[in-house]
């Protein structure tokens, strides 16, 4: 096989280490048959079930059951924690209550994007951030003790389990009771099942509905998958994970993947998640993000429509854009789409160039036409 | 085959994403066979080239070259740079040259590891960070802009290759000259071959001596690891990584493998590398790690030697370590030693427990006899 078939399949085992963590939910990935994982977080996440198809059409139609425990808790707790939540994301969290979620992006001091978590508000002292792929941990603690605030920050034992798709609250209500069809989108509620410990959200990274369940006691992650496995059957539920062709169809932001180390929250999208009046003496990235957004913008992100039939993989790699040979962006994800029946992808690029605009992807040695299109696809 | 076996062997696949990043050397490394990865920083880092024992006896009697890009820099530069390098480690680092690397522990405000870089001092103004596997660059800023430094922290394009074992030293003297045999150990110098920028370090993740390339453009990955594998033909290079095995014999750490979230440097034998003197308002991590070496140590690191005879395979898991029952810390690695014939592993474990201790380890199920060992087993 060639080399880049190998490469952008990822024909390679992961070597243990105990540097890499495996959720309370490994094993039983393991026995559902997970073929290729991702590391996230430290953690190591399945990514594919061997049918991604199948797997893309159950989330689109029925529901899906994943392992996301790499959406790991970055806990602020104590006299300062509501005071450290707002410093740390960009987002006013002034009208977030207690029980309610947000999805709430983080800059550092040059109002570059350094994470998009979404934030857990258990109590007026106590916050959970439920980050993406980098270490919000480290960032908290130096900001905290730099500032001198008094609050802890730390990662409780919090394992979520998405579950996912148009049939899921069939299923969390068969579990739970029927009070989960009246929970809001981004609300959600301390609860238990058969002794299991768990915060029980409307939330999950996909547009098509569904639910996550933060279990708050890892010696209980077989037990939990396979409680929602059984409650499910009825609905054919099945194991899945966050769907990559759904992701990009419905124009969801991938930290780190989409993102890199001179993002502005502006240029993916994410405008209406920063305020401005934010104090900027106070709150990370408020001053830098009211220059940026005074000044032209130099990139944006758009969507991407490819001419080739061929289904297109991902790759480790961004790849360049090109219009009239000059490079002007870059592609920073694709997919055959299955309901579009067509390649799609984001593009990083250069605010000169839009939607219906004409250009090619150089990948792997070839130039491949597409045309820019506005985000979400679908 | 069982599920266990299946998750220590690491035997599935590695999703493709521009999250994680593959190094400039992932091509040469992929036509070499390499077999296994592990995520480091983010990037993809060959673990294996299939021959375990053979990639050993290699580094041990021979020489080997490896892709260690993934120990990724993070460069201070500006007036700020020196007092911003000795703010983020617990070294004192006032004896450090230019031309010379130190390495270099970094812990948070409560005297935590966060990371055991090496540094190297390019300049007066210019630092890099070469690191251990956590976001370092993420710290690094909140405290300069916190404390209003005059710093620019970055990223560089530089991507280190590894040319480890006793006969190295003849394969960097034929590509670059003689004077290499003369560089001391941790010392470096900016040099170029071939056209291609590099600085070169007598420097290395093993106890069997060598230099690493911090190969400064990265368009020339492939070339550069041709270049080694050419030159070094006459001493039977082949391809490596930073053997398992021989690190665990040599006592050498893994920071987040052999560390937790609340381990301080005395408790993985990093007392020398700690300088207590250095002054507590400025340097993180000093006035917590005075108290704490003032106060009765809790945990420290030492070996174990087991009574199996059959090879023992690692694991994404710490393994508990029992003495009469009573859980009293937790294996960290394990391998088996090819040259003591034996498998040894890493206890963190209370100081009440002492080398010649005997104790058990409960792994898959099993509770297996092991004597504790001081460090390094050679």
Chains 1, 2 share one sequence.
Not at 78 to 87: E, H, P, S, T, Y
Not at 238 to 259: F, K, M, Q, T, V
Not at 307 to 321: G, K, N, Q, R, S
């Amino acid at each position: 096989m060639p080399i880049r078939a190998v490469a952008s399949r990822g024909l390679f085992g992961i070597a243990p280490s105990a540097r890499l963590r495996p959720s309370p939910y490994f094993e039983a990935t393991l026995a559902e048959g997970a073929t290729s994982f991702t590391i996230y977080n430290h953690m190591l996440m399945p990514t594919s079930f061997g049918k991604p198809e199948e797997e893309y059409w159950r989330l689109i139609r029925g529901v899906s059951q994943w392992d996301v425990a790499c959406e790991r808790q970055v806990e602020l707790r104590g006299k300062d924690a509501g005071r450290l939540a707002q410093i740390l994301t960009v987002r006013d969290l002034r009208s977030c209550a207690v029980g309610q979620a947000k999805y709430a992006p983080m800059c550092n001091h040059a109002g570059t994007l350094i994470n998009d978590p979404v934030l857990l508000k258990l109590a007026e002292d106590r916050y959970w951030f439920s980050i993406a792929d980098s270490n919000i941990w480290f960032w908290a603690r130096a900001i905290a003790a730099e500032r001198g605030f008094q609050v802890n920050v730390s990662e409780p034992d919090v394992s979520p389990l998405a579950i996912q798709g148009p049939k899921a609250e069939h299923v969390v209500a068969a579990i739970f009771g029927d009070w989960v069809r009246t929970l809001r989108y981004f609300w959600f509620r301390e609860t238990a099942i058969e002794g299991i410990p768990l915060v029980l959200a409307r939330s999950g990274w996909s547009k098509q509905g569904g639910f996550e369940l933060f279990l708050m006691d890892g010696q209980h992650g077989a037990k939990l998958w396979n409680l929602v496995r059984e409650a499910g059957q009825q609905w054919d539920i099945a194991a899945g994970a966050p769907n990559w062709c759904e992701r990009i169809e419905s124009g969801l932001l991938s930290y780190g993947g989409d993102s890199d180390d001179h993002t502005n929250p502006f240029e993916v999208r994410l405008d209406k998640y920063v305020d401005l009046d934010l104090p900027e003496d106070e709150v990370i990235g408020i001053r830098p993000l009211r220059y940026i957004r005074a000044s032209r913008p130099q990139r944006h992100q758009l969507g991407v429509v490819f001419e080739a039939t061929e289904p297109m993989v991902p790759d480790f790699l961004w790849h360049p854009i090109l219009r009239d040979t000059r490079k002007v962006g870059d592609l920073t994800n694709c997919t055959w789409s299955y309901r579009l029946n067509q390649n799609i992808g984001f593009a990083l690029i250069s605010t000169e160039c839009l939607a219906g605009d004409t250009v090619e992807i150089l990948k792997q040695g070839r130039k491949i036409p597409g045309k820019l299109a506005e985000l979400p696809f679908i």
